[in-house]
């Protein structure tokens, strides 16, 4: 996926994502030459990890 798609999936900025990827808060990323790319499987794995953890009272960029 790209990084396009994965914002409009999340319903973020690509600001957002580039930060959390700087951050590494976000989906596991790809580096292919100058692109930055997603495993669609990887991105859904984390989104299910997310909601594990907002049972525990957390946010998707770790803040409470």
């Known amino acids: 996926m790209t ?3 994965v914002c409009s999936l999340l319903g973020i900025s690509r ?3 580039h930060r959390w ?3 590494r808060k ?3 990323a790809i ?3 100058r692109a930055v790319v997603y495993r669609r499987e990887a ?3 984390w989104l299910v990890a997310q909601e594990s953890d907002a049972g525990r009272g ?3 960029a770790g803040r409470h």
């Open 3 to 5: 990084s396009q798609e």
């Open 15 to 17: 600001r957002t994502l």
């Open 21 to 23: 990827r700087r951050l």
């Open 26 to 28: 976000g989906p596991p």
């Open 31 to 33: 580096k292919v030459g």
């Open 43 to 45: 991105v859904e794995r």
């Open 58 to 60: 957390a946010t998707v």
